[in-house]
């Protein structure tokens, strides 16, 4: 099973940008699809955005879209998160998570598909 381990976190503020990264050990990351998720204080672990295996395929959540992007660089065993025009709403823990092979669009913000996660990376975001 794959390791993860995100950074980049840190305090920011409103309209600034932050770039998270998901350092893969143990496997290749390569034959993973890699999402994206976010739980603020008191509220539920939330969908952020996933990336398929091979990079060529994204999807984000409705409040992500044209602000935040998820990319891949296998041969560094990495996945990456930008965000960008950061809000206070945005301040959250960041989690990346793992699955091995693809999921169908249906279910890749289904936090119970994916086996492998990080502990997460604080993300604040100041008005």
């Known amino acids: 099973q794959v390791q993860l381990v995100e950074s980049g976190g840190g305090l920011v503020q409103a309209g600034g940008s932050l770039r998270l990264s998901c350092a893969a050990s143990?496997?290749?990351?390569?034959?993973?699809?890699v999402g994206w998720f976010r739980q603020a204080p008191g509220k539920e672990r939330e969908f952020v955005g996933v990336i398929n295996w091979s990079g060529g395929i994204t999807y984000y959540a409705d409040s992500m879209k044209g602000r935040f992007t998820i990319s891949r660089d296998n041969a560094k065993n990495t996945v990456y998160l930008q965000m960008n025009s950061l809000k206070p709403e945005d301040t959250a823990i960041y989690y990346c998570?793992?699955?091995?092979?693809?999921?169908?669009?249906?279910?890749?913000?289904?936090?119970?598909?994916?086996?492998?996660w990080g502990q997460g990376t604080q993300v604040t975001v100041s008005s």
């Open positions: 143990g496997r290749t990351i390569g034959s993973y699809t």
């Open positions: 998570a793992a699955l091995l092979g693809s999921v169908t669009t249906q279910f890749m913000g289904d936090q119970r598909r994916y086996n492998s």
